[in-house]
DNA sequence: GAGCGCCTCTATAACGTTATAGGTGCCCGC
DNA sequence: GCGGGCACCTATAACGTTATAGAGGCGCTC
């Protein structure tokens, strides 16, 4: 159907290797052949089968980025990033979404996809470090995101609890007493949300404010509806809280709406913080304070390490890697109104 | 490396051709062997090798979708259905993000990626009918959205004119006066935007409303920040709009804020509707009353369309298919407060 | 001026599949 | 008992690429 490596080869009047040569340089090919070869490519108009060459090379040249759902902006920002990256890097970014389901990520990990990936991006969030550990797949894996620690892969991540403390600590300093958590995890350890909930159980101590298992709300998942609902049964409390720190900016959007439809206002009533700096708090009503991860750079460096390991590189430095953060103030804390969109 | 066909066979104690045929089922095998050869391919945990396959096939099984941004939720809500659909099939989705680009949109079309996909959709933004029509890739393509029509590709999309006639008789029916719009485009006959402002003039007319060329703003992109610039020059007007509809949700959004920010009450002072009802509609405050499209529809549709013309099947009815779509009316135009989320 | 090495280039064998053309053995009908 | 047909299976040639081994020509050294 398409032009191959042979027909270039007749036209040019050099031998198929010789083209090959040409196309990857990995043999020096001679100026004046190059240049024959090189001419009868561009009339010809030749692209390379991929299928054909990955067969040969044993690799495929795609990567996966298996993350919970594309819908929270957050993993769509790290997607934009991540397919830009390995794009660049002349690799194919699949995107498989998990869904959060746990044999989804099982499925991933252990590699029934064993042929068609050279490489995995896994946002983990119902598989557990024993079956990170147990995976069969033969294929580098780069974790993103907590959830699994201590295992003999890469991994790119925020400190949790230090961002979870630094949110609280911003709640404290102005003035803050009866901070809440919305969003904590069912019971696994594992989860990022635990680490959250630690920083601000740290953070609460640190401020010598007591911890009040009635402030923590558990929630089934981490979207808009989740934030809604739990924050509607902390403001029913007897003594509601007077700030609130959502696992994510999506529980953190869901609780201010909570406050709004309760009539209270943010953040004279309540303040709220969310993480992740999505786009969508800087745009909100008001405005929502966040602690915003270097979402570009840990998309970037997912993707990278990936290819290094993919392509036998050697890689220097630890395997996890924690990536910056820092606290953006707006109006759901500071009250001051501030312009959209910054 | 992997386990391959022909380590299959000699445990089984066949040829290749027996085991390639058990795994596929091209032609019959022999109960008792196919027993044989099942067993020896759980043991050993066998996996085709897709390029070896693909190259024989001459197909990738890899489909893409090429969107101008994965960070505008209604694509990345799309998405989530496309990629799924796209696996149900047998295939694998890869994101395309054209930052709506035109460059990056024509190489695509023109199949710079010739032997990589075996189909492509895509929502076009820069390119034209003619560049469609001139495509040189054999491959099938399908469209989805507005912005190229007569083309002899499958077509995807809502009517955009009766979309917008729609919203525009909702604020109409309000009682709404001076009804701006937000979010035209620049020039380009074929955009939705153009198709959007032309359903805008048509329901005013109906309405026995006045067109005016102030109204209407123009917009280099389609995000938030878009809505925000601007509604702040609508709001700035000497009669500024009691309504405002916008290119989508997200323009919209930023509308809303923009009023906020200008001391404006919505829907008090000016009404917002969008296009596209994206969650965040739901949530915000107040929250968006839209246009919601069959999501859905359109990207189940579009990988089903897409899939039927790489097999080669018989597709029958019309290449273009009008999905349907609906209003919602929420707080931003009926100013009764709603529960959030719904 | 013969030998050696280098620089180009070629021939060819994989990689793991699938499809085509053929080959068994067995049962059936005559 | 023998040819024909069928059901099942095998051998093998592609698909387009890359890597390996090696062949030819030319200049350099001694």
Same sequence: chains 1, 2.
């Avoid at 790290?78 to 389901?101: F, K």
């Avoid at 929630?219 to 809280?241: K, N, S």
Wanted: net charge neutral.
């Amino acid at each position: 159907m398409g032009v191959s490596l042979k027909d270039i080869a007749e036209r040019a009047g050099v031998s198929l290797a010789t083209v090959s040569n040409v196309v990857n340089g990995y043999r020096p090919v001679g100026e004046r052949t190059r240049q024959r070869v090189q001419a009868a490519i561009d009339e010809l108009g030749y692209t390379p089968n991929l299928s054909a060459r990955h067969l040969r090379r044993g690799r495929t040249g795609l990567i996966a980025l298996a993350i919970p759902e594309l819908t929270n902006p957050y993993f769509a920002e790290l997607a934009e990033v991540a397919i830009h990256e390995a794009g660049r890097l002349g690799y194919t970014l699949v995107m498989e979404n998990t869904a959060a389901d746990h044999e989804a990520e099982s499925k991933l990990l252990n590699g029934s996809q064993r042929h068609v990936i050279d490489g995995l991006i896994l946002s983990p969030v119902r598989v557990g470090r024993e079956e990170v550990l147990a995976r069969a797949a033969d294929t580098p894996l780069v974790l993103i995101g907590e959830g699994v620690h201590d295992v003999p892969h890469d991994h790119i991540a925020i400190d949790n609890v230090a961002a979870s403390r630094l949110a609280i600590r911003h709640l404290v300093e102005s003035g803050r007493r009866r901070i809440a958590f919305v969003g904590a995890g069912r019971g696994d350890d594992r989860h990022s949300a635990h680490l959250r909930v630690r920083g601000y159980r740290e953070a609460l101590a640190e401020a010598g404010l007591a911890y009040r298992a009635e402030l923590v709300a558990v929630t089934a998942r981490f979207g808009r509806r989740d934030g809604v609902h739990a924050m509607r049964q902390l403001l029913a409390l007897d003594e509601p809280p007077d700030a609130v720190l959502g696992y994510n900016d999506l529980i953190a959007i869901g609780a201010l709406r909570a406050a709004v439809d309760a009539g209270r206002g943010v953040p004279e009533d309540v303040a709220v913080v969310g993480i992740d700096d999505i786009e969508e708090g800087r745009f909100s009503t008001p405005t929502l304070t966040t602690i915003a991860p270097a979402k570009e750079e840990i998309a970037r460096l997912a993707v990278r390490r990936l290819v290094a390991r993919i392509e036998g590189a050697e890689v220097t430095g630890p395997l996890t890697v924690q990536t910056p953060f820092r606290l953006i103030a707006r109006e759901s804390t500071t009250g001051a109104p501030g312009r959209a969109g910054t």
